[in-house]
């Protein structure tokens, strides 16, 4: 994994490190790979580590997918199935090492910006006022148009609900 390393929040803060690379699930794959990854690392770099953990409505992701990389729909949904796995697994696997975790719903978070940007910037022992608020702002997205417009079949839609079943972490979609 090609991992990048970025110190402090905005300039702002010299005791923060971002750890991360350059696809979303790069780092989920990672972990379930690795499952003592992130011990051996608070150890090698002397460091406190606070996981956060994003996921997205099933659909947007399988959407995504399906136009980042030309896969069907159906192909998509399988690739997710596979990552939602491992993503259920890394969980565990923290949860069971205390690490200090904290799971964000991407449209949740969204749907409720300041708030919940407030939360997490607090959880982070991090200031969050104007500058730091209007960082989180000016990123704002929640769908591409492109992703918008790929409409997913009902047969598809029923698989995503039994996905979404599967995994507790998926609940907060379950009305959609």
Known sequence: ???????????????????????????????????????????????NVKIIMLTRHPASMIKSFHKRTGASPLQALEYYRQTAAKLASVRNVLEQQNADLQLICYEEFMADLDTQAKSLMEWLSLPCGDAQL?????????????????????A??????????QYGFFNVYRKD
């Not at 209007?134 to 009902?154: G, M, V, Y």
Request: hydrophobic content about 35%; glycine content about 8%; aromatic content about 10%.
């Open 1 to 47: 994994q090609n991992f990048h390393f970025e110190q402090g929040f905005q300039g702002q803060n010299d005791q923060l490190w971002l750890v991360g690379n350059s696809k979303a699930g790069g780092l989920t794959h990672h972990l379930f790979d690795n499952p003592g990854f992130i011990e051996e690392f608070e150890q090698t770099m002397n460091l």
């Open 134 to 154: 209007a960082a989180f702002h000016s990123n704002r997205k929640l769908e591409s148009r492109e992703d918008a417009r790929i409409q997913l079949d009902p």
């Open 156 to 165: 598809l839609l029923n698989d995503i609900d039994q996905l979404i079943d």
